[in-house]
């Protein structure tokens, strides 16, 4: 019994972690160089900000293919 629990709980792990890996497009501030974060960045933040509408990416891969296409990151590729 106390397997099927566990095997049930590891599932729904699984199954909602990719859900939590979510990548953002950020640029600093004074380099101007942009570069893929896994996390958001605060509005507050002094040395990075978010490049585009602030999408949010699902895999590292498609977010520097988004990268590559935005107009800020063309200039200045990390």
Known sequence: MKSKILLACLLAVGVASPA???YFIVQNS?????SVA???PSEKSKTVALVGDGTAYKTKAEAN????GM???KANPT
Do not use: E, I
């Open 38 to 40: 896994k996390t958001k």
């Open 20 to 22: 939590w890996a979510d």
């Open 30 to 34: 004074k380099t101007h160089k942009c």
């Open 71 to 73: 107009d800020a990151c």
């Open 65 to 68: 293919t988004a990268m590559g």
